[in-house]
């Protein structure tokens, strides 16, 4: 059976062996269905480099160094990809899965689909991606490009129960289905907690070489979807015990924030629910955001009038800032946003490093923007440097809460109305979640499933 990387590996590419490393790499570019692909799966590029981008002052307007690191060098151009990858190389390891015999469905809302649709596929499983009908036309037709089937549900963002009786459907339909949800399945949680946690203690590290911070992070600010990427957060802070973890979901949809509900349009994240996988025991403080200023952000870069007045007005750099309009996504400026109130609530300085991320990339949202512009009119000078002004430098206190032991215990307690009543767990499964050596046995399990596949290749 078809396999890729082992967590090391997707750390450390340089550890591959070296004719596989090079082969792969020069599949990235020239053959992007190969399976080879797989080895490609990591946070750093071919020279070894961590994807990241350090945001300026003029940008930002706050003294503590916000750093982007990026998804959009991985296969697929969401780093989504590699969740999906250990879900399934979990699986497949424990002789829960196999590609002879069962169809793999998973459930999305989008990049995580995504991802399925490459690693099911191209590690020869039929693949079947349910997500909602109202996402981007892009995801649809990067789905349907990798190979995988698709079913729409109805609705957007945030509703993810329509998806979950979808794939309860499909389930009951088809004795060869095995669902591989990425808001359960702790492999979408380990690979967060590995891979991007320990790649941050590493930029840290780099960052300070180059004169930036103080060797540490400060905070790591992540919205949340699966809730998946979150994780790598609980690393930091086992590294750095005074490690801040920012939570984020959007205003229109306060699911965590007021037990709040409604649809909303920042795309990969607010689905409505607390995910499996969220350990909401470590979370030092969740925001909301406004998914206007995340659009409107996002405007700006997509659009030359807003990209000029970056370079002209604020005087970022130009080949930033189109590095920043292929870069980003709706999501990635909703973590902006999120990182600058996080440096504004902590009071944080130029010693600080706050840690966001750029899950995708503008070519996902082009339908997305040119809607907006027939909508508004064609964006000016004014209007862009409103938007900076209004959506960055201005992003202030509000729609904060605090990671209180009142707050963790109630975000907890939402767990009970999904996993409990509606998707089988038990109420002793939920409680044991409440134990920190319950998320440390399930980090623990890396070095299982490494020693599964390398024990595989060798025999």
């Known amino acids: 059976m078809v396999t890729g990387p082992s967590f090391e590996e997707m750390l450390h590419p340089q550890t591959i062996e070296p004719s596989i490393r090079a082969q792969a790499l ?6 992007p269905l190969n399976p080879l692909n797989l080895y490609n799966i990591t946070w750093r590029d071919a020279e070894n480099r961590i994807y990241y981008l350090v945001l300026p002052s003029e940008l930002t307007g706050v003294e503590a160094r916000i750093v982007l690191i990026y998804g959009g060098g991985f296969p697929s151009g969401s780093h989504k990809v590699g969740a999906a990858y250990s879900v399934l190389l979990e699986k497949q390891l424990l002789g829960e899965v196999d590609p002879r015999l069962h169809t793999l469905v998973w459930p999305s809302t989008g990049n995580y689909g995504i991802g399925g649709a490459f690693i099911g596929c191209r590690m020869e499983y039929d693949s079947i991606v349910v997500l909602p009908e109202e996402m981007s036309q892009e995801r649809f037709d990067r789905i349907s490009s990798y ?5 729409r549900t109805a609705g957007s963002e945030s509703n993810v129960k329509e998806i979950y009786d979808e794939t309860k459907r499909l389930r009951g339909s088809d004795a060869k289905i095995r669902v591989l ?7 979408n949680y380990r690979f967060h907690y590995h891979v991007t946690g320990n790649t941050l203690v590493e930029l ?6 180059e004169g930036i911070g103080a060797g540490k992070i400060s905070a790591f600010v992540s919205a949340m979807g699966s809730a998946g990427t979150i994780a790598a957060g609980d690393r930091l802070k086992q590294v750095w015990g005074d490690h801040k973890i920012v939570g984020l979901e959007p205003i229109q949809c306060p699911t965590l924030y007021n037990n709040g509900y409604g649809a909303h349009e920042i795309q990969g994240i607010g689905d409505k629910h607390v995910t499996w996988i969220h350990n909401v025991f470590n979370m030092d403080a969740l925001m909301a955001i406004d998914d206007r200023d995340s659009l409107n952000g996002l405007r700006v870069l997509a659009e030359a009038p807003g990209r000029e007045v970056l370079s002209q007005r604020f005087g970022l750099d130009a080949r930033l800032v189109e590095q920043l309009s292929r870069t980003l996504g709706i999501s990635g400026i909703c973590n902006i946003i999120g990182a600058i109130k996080t440096a504004k609530f902590y009071s944080m300085g130029s010693d600080d490093i706050i840690v966001t991320v750029a899950t995708d990339a503008m070519e996902r949202y082009r339908s997305v923007m040119a809607n907006l512009r027939d909508q508004r009119g064609p964006l000016d000078e004014a209007a862009a440097t409103a938007i900076v002004d209004g959506v960055f430098h201005r992003a202030g206190s509000d729609w904060i809460m605090e990671g209180s032991r009142e707050a963790r215990e109630r975000w907890h307690n939402l767990k009970y109305y999904t996993w409990v009543e509606q998707q089988g767990k038990s109420v002793e499964e939920l409680d044991a979640q409440r134990d920190p050596a319950w998320w440390v046995a399930h980090q623990e399990q890396v070095a299982e499933i490494d020693r599964r596949l390398l024990a595989q290749r060798a025999g």
């Open 26 to 31: 020069a599949a990235l570019e020239t053959d």
């Open 147 to 151: 190979g995988a089937r698709i079913i």
């Open 181 to 187: 949800n990425q808001f359960e399945v702790m492999g």
């Open 204 to 209: 840290a590290a780099e960052l300070q070489a």
